[in-house]
């Protein structure tokens, strides 16, 4: 069964850090350029963050430029995001699936993990 599994979530106060993980099972996604996205209570999911098999490109949201980055280590089925100086705003699901690296949007529609809440307090 191939399946995608997020971790690393939980409550921090504004201004705070976390870093989120997540690892693929059942296949490998190593060629794949890899994505995060969100979604915060009432709202629609919504990119976060990409990058490419080889780490060597990725793009952000305007929302989290500059705070947020994207890794990967080449071969790996793993990814990461380093989320730094955390807002209020940042509080939402958080799950990574293959995405397209041009138009920043989901390989496929239905392929999800369980994401991770990450809370972020005032």
């Known amino acids: 069964q191939v399946r995608l599994e997020e971790s690393g979530g939980g409550l921090v106060q504004a201004g705070g850090s976390l870093r989120l993980s997540c690892a693929a099972s059942?296949?490998?996604?190593?060629?794949?350029?890899m994505g995060w996205f969100r979604q915060a209570p009432g709202k629609e999911r919504e990119f976060v963050a990409a990058?490419?098999?080889?780490?060597?490109?990725?793009k952000y949201s305007d929302a989290v430029k500059g705070r947020f980055t994207i890794s990967r280590e080449r071969g790996a089925n793993t990814v990461h995001l380093e989320m730094n100086s955390l807002k209020p705003e940042d509080t939402a699901i958080y799950y990574c699936t293959p995405a397209s690296i041009i138009t920043l949007e989901p390989q496929w529609s239905d392929f999800w993990g369980q994401g991770t809440q990450v809370t972020v307090s005032s």
């Open positions: 059942g296949r490998t996604f190593s060629s794949y350029t």
């Open positions: 990058i490419t098999w080889d780490g060597e490109v990725t």
